[in-house]
């Protein structure tokens, strides 16, 4: 993988359109779909999403936003970590590094990431350098976090 | 469907084996095996599931916790909820309303319910009374919020 160009998701019909070909499609796309239509965001406004284009057609993406360190509570010193979630890569494009080209684009910002992978796909986060997460019920309810972590920075301990 | 009973289930190792049966099996049971082996829990010990047995083995299963009002950000007026999770039926056994019954012994607590349900199970949800909590990007991020609300009971608004 050499020379991968990671966008910033614009959010307009075409986007959204593409949007449909990915099997994490929910309730974040739908919401983005009638605020558009109802003029409660412009055409081309941000979105939490990062993606990569082969030619003109959108084939990975992510999610990703930043918690400020208030709400912290997976990492010590608590502080702004990422969460990163709907990491997908349509399924003609896999295994030539897309995935890993956007979590190294997250891994950038140097900042602790949290997400909540799908199961079975544990072995990629492995390979990413992530670990599993002490699970703790009222934090966690249903979900598998996973974490990374940064130079300097350790897993918060669970009370 | 008559009359099923619903057990609150207690952390064991025959519980904690059954558990392996269901899909959405993750970091939440792997870790109720380890604070077994630990003894960091007693044999035993209450656990959030509740299930469904039959004969001796268990068929169904579900998860459920109260947040209190100070973190309710989905009701109106903020109050005590509920939270459910892993609601799940061994294929063999589903469409006998098992599924169905364990949803209305959350529903007899008369609190407001929250689950973020897997993909393509929504027409299941929608018979069951639930509706799509307006998406908020900062509380749901990855989520496909689904809220049920009993009566004098509203979605609280999005600011």
Do not use: C
Not at 86 to 112: I, R, T, W
Not at 130 to 145: I, T, V
Request: charged share 25%; proline share 5%; hydrophobic share 35%.
């Amino acid at each position: 993988m050499t020379n991968v160009k990671i966008e910033k998701l614009l959010i307009n019909y075409k986007t959204l359109e593409e949007f449909k070909h990915f099997k994490e499609y929910g309730n974040q796309e739908l919401s983005m779909i009638e605020d558009l239509q109802n003029n409660i965001v412009e055409n081309d406004s941000e979105s939490p999403f990062f993606g990569i284009y082969y030619g003109n057609n959108l084939v990975a993406r992510m999610s990703l936003y930043r918690v400020t360190a208030k709400y912290d509570a997976y990492f010590e010193p608590p502080q702004d970590y990422l969460t990163l979630w709907k990491l997908e890569v349509l399924p003609s494009y896999q295994g030539k590094g897309y995935g890993k080209a956007l979590v190294d684009f997250a891994k950038a910002n140097n900042l602790p990431i949290k997400t909540n992978p799908r199961i079975n796909s544990h072995g990629f986060w492995e390979k990413m350098g992530f670990q599993k997460a002490h699970y703790d019920m009222e934090r966690d309810l249903g979900e598998n976090p996973l974490i990374w972590l940064p130079e300097g920075v350790q897993e918060q301990e669970i009370h």
